[in-house]
């Protein structure tokens, strides 16, 4: 089963709202957190890096201020997409990264959500 | 910075036909190097991972070779199946504590029956 699960897995936003997303480990404690973007037809790429408790720390060319992350315990980090506008639809995945069992610190990928802002 | 490429973008076979996938990294500095498939409108589906003390991984009709000096990993899917149809994308894991990975552009399978 999902070890990272991501909600929704689908949003429509009207353009101007602001849209959340949330990243849950499921059964371990994930001290970091990842959050990347996939345009149509091209590779993920990384947003920002999510560390419970502080600030995340984001990729040159990411507007932390539109794209706020919060990684307020160990098992949860959220995404939100501030003003959205149709340029930001997109495929939001997170990664999660922890001690799990004897897997060592895997990274674990959620299921990914697709935001359209009309 | 690290950079991933991924050769080729776009590739169609006919059913049962072996297949190699390309991927390229430039800094050999590497904890590992993982295969993903990804299916239209889905997340990643984990394949293959290799640390970089490896040479290869197998699972199934999967092999996936890795030569860390040039800088090279391939993904050899035998017999193909057109159920094998999907996006294959190769990422790397820096060496060092940071976990991000840095993904190629993939290569858009299609297994045509």
């Known amino acids: 089963g999902a070890v990272v699960s991501q909600h929704p897995s689908r949003v429509i936003c009207k353009s101007g709202t602001s849209v959340k997303i949330e990243c849950r480990s499921l059964d371990f404690q994930a001290t970091t957190m990842f959050w990347y973007r996939q345009f149509p037809k091209q590779s993920l790429m990384l947003m920002a890096t999510?560390?419970?408790?502080?600030?995340?720390?984001?990729e040159q060319g990411v507007e932390k201020d539109k794209f706020l992350i919060n990684h307020a315990s160990l098992t949860l980090s959220t995404l939100t997409v501030t003003s959205a506008h149709p340029e930001d639809s997109s495929f939001y995945i997170c990664?999660?990264?922890?001690?799990?069992?004897?897997?060592?610190?895997?990274?674990?990928f959620g299921e990914g959500s697709w935001l359209t802002v009309v | 910075k690290q950079e991933v490429t991924q050769i080729p973008a776009a590739l169609s076979v006919p059913e049962g036909e072996n297949l190699v996938l390309n991927c390229s990294f430039t800094d050999s500095a590497i904890y590992n190097l993982q295969w993903f498939r990804q299916d239209p409108g889905k997340g990643l589906t984990s394949l293959l991972l290799?640390?970089?003390?490896?040479r290869e991984q197998t699972s199934g009709r999967l092999n996936a070779s890795l030569d860390k000096s040039s800088g090279r990993s391939t993904l050899y899917i035998a017999a193909s199946q057109p159920g094998d149809s999907a996006t294959y994308l190769c990422a790397v894991r820096p060496k060092g504590s940071a976990r991000q990975l840095t993904f190629g552009s993939g290569t858009q399978l299609t297994v045509l029956p």
């Open positions: 999510s560390n419970e408790g502080s600030k995340a720390t984001y």
């Open positions: 990664s999660a990264s922890g001690n799990r069992g004897n897997s060592g610190n895997t990274i674990y």
């Open positions: 290799i640390q970089s003390s490896q």
